[in-house]
């Protein structure tokens, strides 16, 4: 359904973009249906979800206008309304959290691992509630995400981890919250994992006396919002 829903709206896109004479329909149809505008529908990546997030939410603002095209141009074809409408609002819910959190570190001129940190464990702990949503779409679209992230995390989960303890503010107890939320029953596993590589590690001592969990209350946690 998702794919299905994005490959719409990208040829929507297409279609517009592909001459003058159609991107000038369009523009009547937006003055037609009164819709003071001349924003376009981005094009989205496969891996960028902020991006197929600002399509969904542009395509939802501009429907009336793709409405009266359909009117207007017999050639071109796009999904029902009352399709884009329904479905594109349940995923655009969904995504807003990477749109939300590109936004921030974007404004930020230098953004920091700890923050970046924790933006990465609200992204995650998004995806694993999508999975219990009673639409079996959201779930697989989750499930799609959720393998891009795994891929990702394997990678850099390390790095982003010693970054975060090494902050005196944090040391191990946001770390052991977030595993918590990754890794479910096998959290332990990879805390005492962790613990080890840093007994391990050059500065041992140093690593050592940050791996100690702390009282620091997790008031970041207090703003997290998903939707299942």
């Known amino acids: 359904m998702v794919d299905h829903l994005i490959e719409k709206i990208q040829r929507t896109t297409k279609y517009i973009g592909s001459s003058a004479q159609r991107d000038e329909k369009f523009t009547?149809?937006?003055?037609?249906?009164?819709?003071?505008?001349?924003?376009?529908?981005?094009?989205?990546?496969?891996?960028?979800?902020?991006?197929?997030?600002?399509?969904?939410?542009?395509?939802?603002?501009?429907?009336?206008?793709?409405?009266?095209?359909?009117?207007?141009?017999?050639?071109?074809?796009?999904?029902?309304?009352?399709?884009?409408?329904?479905?594109?609002?349940?995923?655009?819910?969904?995504?807003?959290?990477?749109?939300?959190?590109?936004?921030?570190?974007s404004a930020v001129k230098y953004p920091t691992v700890n923050m970046y940190f924790i933006d990465v464990i609200h992204i995650r702990r998004s995806i694993k509630i999508w999975d219990k949503s009673s639409d079996d779409w959201i779930s697989a679209m989750g499930n799609q995400i959720q393998l891009q992230f795994d891929k990702y995390w394997e990678e850099c989960n390390k790095l982003l981890t010693v970054a975060v303890v090494l902050d005196p503010r944090y040391k191990m107890t946001i770390v052991s919250y977030a595993y918590k939320g990754i890794y479910d029953i096998y959290a332990e596993f990879y805390i005492k994992k962790m613990r080890q590589s840093g007994k391990n590690s050059e500065d041992g001592a140093f690593?050592?006396?940050?791996?100690?969990?702390?009282?620091?209350?997790?008031?970041?946690?207090?703003?997290?919002?998903?939707?299942?």
């Open 28 to 105: 009547i149809a937006l003055s037609q249906t009164k819709l003071n505008t001349k924003r376009r529908i981005p094009f989205d990546f496969d891996t960028l979800w902020n991006l197929t997030y600002d399509m969904i939410v542009a395509s939802l603002e501009l429907q009336p206008a793709t409405d009266r095209l359909k009117e207007l141009d017999p050639e071109f074809k796009c999904l029902p309304s009352e399709l884009v409408s329904e479905n594109g609002k349940k995923v655009c819910d969904r995504l807003k959290i990477f749109s939300d959190i590109t936004e921030k570190h």
């Open 207 to 228: 690593m050592t006396c940050n791996l100690i969990s702390n009282d620091w209350d997790i008031e970041w946690d207090m703003d997290f919002k998903a939707v299942s």
